[in-house]
């Protein structure tokens, strides 16, 4: 590791990266702890809209990691701050669950079910999705609202597999409507990298980006400048990454294997 590109902060994935559902990844505990004695920034990223920021730091409290609130980004909290900055005054429809629609009333966002008074449809992880939300938010695009999306991850890894995620709710917009997202703010967007360097008052040629996921966490790394270090504890196996176009700095079985880079 050179002076010029040394690393002073770390960006972590949370699930497949730290953790998968409930159960901590060995060793990731002691990293942190490690990371934190030494002087190094660290921040958490989840493009998972399903549970405000404050229940995220709470989970990795319970798991080891002590962690405040201020120090975990997800997509709600990115595109709530994408709404309040850009549009303060629109009214939004969710395809997602009550943490986002939450996270976007504390930022002061009106929601609606109606399709006349829409401004915006928002595309998000919905485990309760049904026709219903899909008609609503048809009738709002046909009307003219805009199209957002917390993430576009295709699936969520749990313990025994993984399960549809957000790209699922998009698709199905998009299908019936003939409308794109024009806009998706979770991971690889720069709003969320943004967001996490402004966290840690860093540049990012001076932060690592570890995840699960290339085309999510290793491509916003890459995208920002990032060094990037993918891990085979979630999502992405080995075999993968030969039919990517993706290729990160880095490649390791978990976190537990970042302390060798550290020390290099």
């Given at each position: 590791?050179t002076?010029?590109?040394?690393?002073e902060?770390?960006?972590f994935?949370?699930?497949?990266t730290?953790?998968?559902?409930?159960e901590v990844?060995?060793g990731a505990?002691?990293?942190?702890v490690?990371?934190?004695?030494q002087g190094f920034?660290?921040v958490?990223?989840s493009?998972?809209?399903?549970?405000?920021?404050?229940?995220y730091?709470?989970?990795?409290?319970?798991?080891g990691?002590?962690?405040?609130?201020k120090?975990?980004?997800n997509s709600?909290?990115?595109?709530a701050?994408y709404l309040?900055?850009?549009?303060p005054?629109?009214?939004?429809?969710v395809?997602?669950?009550p943490?986002?629609?939450e996270e976007?009333?504390?930022?002061g966002i009106?929601?609606?079910n109606?399709?006349?008074?829409?401004?915006v449809?928002?595309?998000?992880f919905?485990?309760?999705f049904?026709?219903?939300?899909?008609?609503?938010?048809?009738q709002a695009?046909?009307?003219g609202a805009?199209?957002l999306?917390?993430?576009a991850d295709?699936?969520c890894?749990?313990?025994?597999?993984?399960?549809?995620d957000?790209a699922?709710i998009?698709g199905a917009?998009e299908?019936?409507?003939?409308?794109q997202?024009?806009?998706?703010?979770g991971?690889?967007?720069?709003l969320?990298?943004?967001?996490?360097?402004?966290?840690?008052?860093?540049t990012a040629?001076n932060?690592?980006?570890m995840?699960d996921?290339?085309?999510?966490?290793?491509l916003m790394?890459?995208h920002?400048g990032?060094?990037?270090?993918l891990?085979?504890?979630g999502?992405?196996k080995?075999?993968d990454l030969?039919?990517s176009?993706?290729?990160?700095?880095h490649?390791?079985?978990?976190?537990?294997d970042?302390?060798?880079l550290?020390?290099?």
């Amino acid at each position: 590791m050179t002076k010029q590109n040394k690393l002073e902060g770390f960006i972590f994935d949370l699930d497949g990266t730290i953790y998968l559902g409930a159960e901590v990844i060995p060793g990731a505990p002691e990293v942190i702890v490690t990371l934190r004695d030494q002087g190094f920034g660290v921040v958490f990223l989840s493009n998972k809209p399903l549970e405000r920021r404050e229940e995220y730091a709470k989970k990795l409290t319970r798991l080891g990691i002590p962690t405040s609130p201020k120090d975990v980004i997800n997509s709600s909290l990115v595109m709530a701050h994408y709404l309040s900055e850009e549009m303060p005054t629109a009214t939004a429809y969710v395809l997602g669950e009550p943490p986002l629609i939450e996270e976007l009333s504390t930022a002061g966002i009106r929601t609606s079910n109606n399709p006349e008074e829409i401004d915006v449809v928002i595309a998000s992880f919905d485990r309760t999705f049904d026709y219903d939300k899909l008609n609503i938010g048809f009738q709002a695009l046909k009307r003219g609202a805009r199209f957002l999306a917390t993430n576009a991850d295709r699936t969520c890894p749990v313990e025994n597999g993984e399960i549809p995620d957000a790209a699922a709710i998009i698709g199905a917009l998009e299908a019936c409507s003939g409308h794109q997202v024009e806009l998706v703010v979770g991971k690889p967007s720069a709003l969320t990298a943004d967001m996490a360097l402004e966290q840690l008052g860093l540049t990012a040629k001076n932060c690592l980006m570890m995840g699960d996921r290339l085309e999510t966490d290793i491509l916003m790394g890459q995208h920002a400048g990032m060094t990037t270090a993918l891990v085979l504890s979630g999502v992405t196996k080995q075999d993968d990454l030969t039919h990517s176009i993706i290729q990160p700095d880095h490649i390791m079985n978990s976190i537990a294997d970042i302390l060798n880079l550290i020390k290099s």
